[in-house]
Structure formats: C-alpha cells, structure tokens
C-alpha cells in the first residue's frame, strides 16, 4: 500500500494495522524519516516538500511491486509526506512484513534508499534568523546507495 | 502539450505549467528547451545548466534526446530529493 498525504500519521497504529490480518508473518521492519533540526550547520526553521502529483503516486507504486517481486513479502507500505514540515516531523515511513526478518529488512531498505533517488520529492529548507531559503542536493552517497541495488 | 516546472525550476521561470502548442521543428526534448530558452532570458537562466536539470515524459523519466509528441505531459525539475 502506498499514501501520499500532508497529515502525520500514527506508526504504532500503521504497523498494526499491516499485520493484523495475518497470522504468518513472522517479521515486520520498519523505517521512519524525520526533519533533523541542523542541516549544513545551520538551525532548520521549516522544510517544505513539494511533489510531483500523478507521478509520485505512481513511482511510489512501481517501487513497492518490484520489492514484491523480489522478496517474498506478506505486507508492505509506503506513507510520504509533503508540504511545510518541522524539526522532529515525520517524513516518511516504509514497512515491510515477511515470514522471516531477512526479507523484511532487506526490502525495508531497498525501499528508503528507491525513495532518496527516484520519488519525484524536493526539499526546500528555511533556516532560523536568515532570510534566504536552500533547496536541498541529492548526494553522491543517495545515488551510490540506490546503484548498489541496481547492480544485484 | 503540457509542461510543469518543479522546485527551483519553477521559481525560475515564475510559473507551475503552461500549455504549448508544439510546432514541427520540435521533436525532442532537447528541441523543446531550445524552444523554451528562445523565449525570454528567464527561460534560458532557467535551462542554463542542463546537468542539474532532469525531465520525464509522460510521469516516466527521460533522456534529453527523447522524441516528443502533441499530447505529451512533459515535467522539468531538479536531481529528486526524497525520503
């Protein structure tokens, strides 16, 4: 299941809601991004992710069908956040629940490191007593971390 | 044809998406920004440095020398940031 919303959301409540029905799963993993309050030595005021509509949707669909495919997952979700956010904010969760822990956690982070690259999000940051605002720069490590799983 | 700004593509131009009528000469992406850029001097600044900028066709990624059609949705924005 994939969400695209504004709103916070509960994780305690996602992951139970993701296992609830079924008895065979016997590992669940789990990821949450939240909003550091220091970015590039500086106090972050506020961070506003702007999307792609349509196309987030549908990146963060395909995304989720190839860890399917890959590993023998029971359950998945991705929940991604966008508009003004503040320091300690949830982001982003992504939950992957499979029989045994080695495909859970495996996908769990085959999926964070998909998102970092290929989930049309930017990141606007606003940092306290400037006026001027960044818009963030994916790093060589995301992109490395995202070939990494290409190359399996 | 429409096109959509993203980030600081958008703030550049002053605009989120616009709709173009394409004309014969333009058939790729590369032709599009050429286009785009010829227009007025935002426009270049925007497309001014063509590695920090990406395109998808249709909500797919795409390269620079992809053929593009009439009822295309075309988007430009920065390397993603997500996560």
């Known amino acids: 299941m994939i969400r695209v919303q504004h709103q916070d959301f509960d994780p305690g409540k996602e992951l139970q809601d993701l296992t609830s029905n079924n008895k065979n799963i016997g590992g669940l993993a789990s990821f949450i991004g939240l909003v550091r309050e220091f970015s590039n030595d500086q106090k972050l005021d506020s961070m506003t992710l702007e999307h792609y509509p349509g196309m987030t949707e549908k990146m963060l669909l395909a995304i989720e069908s190839q860890a399917l495919n890959q590993w023998p997952l029971d359950a998945s979700l991705i929940i991604h956040r966008y508009g003004c956010l503040n320091p300690g904010d949830r982001i982003v969760m992504v939950a992957t629940a499979s029989s045994h822990r080695q495909a859970a956690l495996e996908s769990c982070t085959f999926l964070i490191d998909w998102l970092k690259t290929e989930a049309p999000f930017w990141k606007l940051e606003k940092y306290k007593g400037i006026e001027t605002y960044e818009w963030v720069k994916p790093t060589s490590k995301d992109t490395q971390k995202t070939k990494r799983w290409k190359s399996r | ?83």
């Open chain 2, 1 to 83: 044809m429409k096109i959509l700004y993203f980030a600081w593509i958008r703030e550049k131009v002053g605009c989120e998406s616009e709709e173009i009528s394409l004309s014969e000469e333009i058939e790729t992406v590369n032709d599009l920004i050429e286009w785009i850029s010829s227009r007025e001097p935002k426009y270049a600044n925007a497309f001014s440095d063509l590695r920090a900028v990406r395109v998808a066709v249709n909500m797919e990624f795409a390269q620079f020398d992809k053929r593009i059609k009439n009822n295309d949705e075309i988007a430009f924005f920065p390397p993603i940031t997500g996560g």
